[in-house]
């Protein structure tokens, strides 16, 4: 068992790691940049250590600074939250190398899961639907052009090191290829330094459906459900749901099952996410995350299940406490992230918080590590809070969700409430029809 844990990260999911921790009898450290220093994360911590400037480059991307706060406070494991550090297989070795703990998967799976075309072979090796593409890089636009032609339009290019909706173009017809094989090629090259890209077929009307799964590293795995992403603004989430509502339990079952079967075949250990394109009834495989997801809190709702408690367990090699056959649904779990971010343009909006309250009642749970007085810094993502609710059915959840919103004040700065309570008053996100690009077409028609 671990006496002390480090966390990589900071807001609110290192506060999430600190409860957890703290419920299972271990000691606690949060690392911090000096803009940090007044942070929630440092103040619930057990112990803190100040790791760099503000710049995340020399902070909480410094691996030299991370494993130096491990050897000062004796913490024997690391866990890495979401972003920063998350997907580092580099970090991971180094960490082995120090006899450091990651919590989470191993640096051979964070690497091929890394790379997407990689990750598009090993899953379709494994026997997981992958979309209709090309069989790895694409390095000439005529090679791409090719492609276009035989597959039919519209397509979509990434970049194989690619995330975030960075160095992804779609091409709907000949005449656009050229620019977007070259964009594409930029983005991946600045924003990655990889200009490697590939191509896939452009599925027009998708929604983006993810699942949960969780491994032992020694060859069992399970799968909790799916959730619906496909509300997002260039290509990022806003509202997550948990189950989906266009997901029938006979296909939550057969998708369920390829996932968790290739994980144990691969000998997967801890939290991952395998995120799908979902069309007419069928599955593509897009990525995998293999880590936490800042959506996890819904499935955590619907499961009674603390995820970051069972990566710690089978991180220190304890077995999980979940089967598949004791993981029943119970009823519905919406989340909302709310950012600091100025309407109708979506502008970083960082300042001190004037006031700060949660909802609360049944049924709802906001994670923020926001309270009176705070100064959120402008150096980091915008994300200030999720706003979790759970009910017996999608129509309670909703209109939890819609009477927790009303009760949540954050003053002194923007947020993206209004969008939600704007969202909430659409016939079409009670009905749950909606898809990928639904989100993005309602915010160009009712957000001027």
Known sequence: MFDKILIANRGEIALRVI????????????????????????????????????????????????????????????HPGYG??????????????????FIGPTSEHIRVMGDKITA???????GVPCVPGSDGGVPTLEEAEKLGADMGYPVIIKATAGGGGKGMKVANSAEEMKSAFQTARAEGKSN???????????????????????GDGKGKAVHLGERDCSLQRRHQKVFEEAPGPSITPDERARIGKICADAMANINYIGAGTI???????????????????????????????DLVRE??????????????????????????????????????????????????????????????????PPFYDSLIGKLIVHGRD?????????????????????????????LLGEDDIHTGDYNIH?????LDSNIA
């Open 192 to 214: 990655f330094g990889n200009d490697e890209v590939y191509i896939e077929k452009y599925l027009t009307t998708p929604r983006h459906i993810e699942i949960q799964v969780f």
């Open 120 to 126: 598009k072979d090993t899953m379709k090796a494994l």
């Open 311 to 376: 990566q710690i367990r089978v991180a220190e090699g304890l077995p999980m406490s979940i089967n598949q056959e004791d993981l029943q649904i119970n009823g519905h779990a919406i989340e909302v992230r709310i950012n600091a971010e100025k309407l109708p343009n979506f502008a970083p909006c960082p300042g001190k918080i004037t006031q700060y309250h949660a909802p609360g009642g049944l049924g709802v749970r906001m994670d923020s590590a926001l309270y009176d007085g705070y100064s959120i």
């Open 84 to 101: 920063f550090l998350s997907e580092n297989a580099k970090f991971v070795e180094i960490l082995e190398d120090h006899g450091l703990t």
């Open 394 to 422: 999608r129509p309670e959840a909703l209109a939890r969700l819609n009477r927790a919103l009303g009760e949540l004040i954050v003053d002194g700065v923007d947020t993206t409430v209004p969008l939600f309570h704007a």
């Open 19 to 78: 409860r957890a921790a703290r419920e299972m009898g271990i000691k606690s450290v949060a690392v911090h940049s000096t803009a940090d220093s007044d942070a929630m994360h440092v103040r619930m911590a057990d112990e803190s250590v100040c790791i760099g400037p503000p710049s995340s480059t020399d902070s909480y991307l410094s691996i030299p600074a991370i494993v130096a706060a491990c050897e000062i406070t004796g913490a024997q494991a690391i």
């Open 438 to 442: 639904w989100l993005e077409q309602w």
């Open 275 to 305: 995120e799908f394109l979902y069309e007419n009834g069928e599955f593509y495989f897009i990525e995998m995350n293999t880590r936490l997801q800042v959506e996890h809190p819904v499935t955590e709702a619907i499961f009674g299940i």
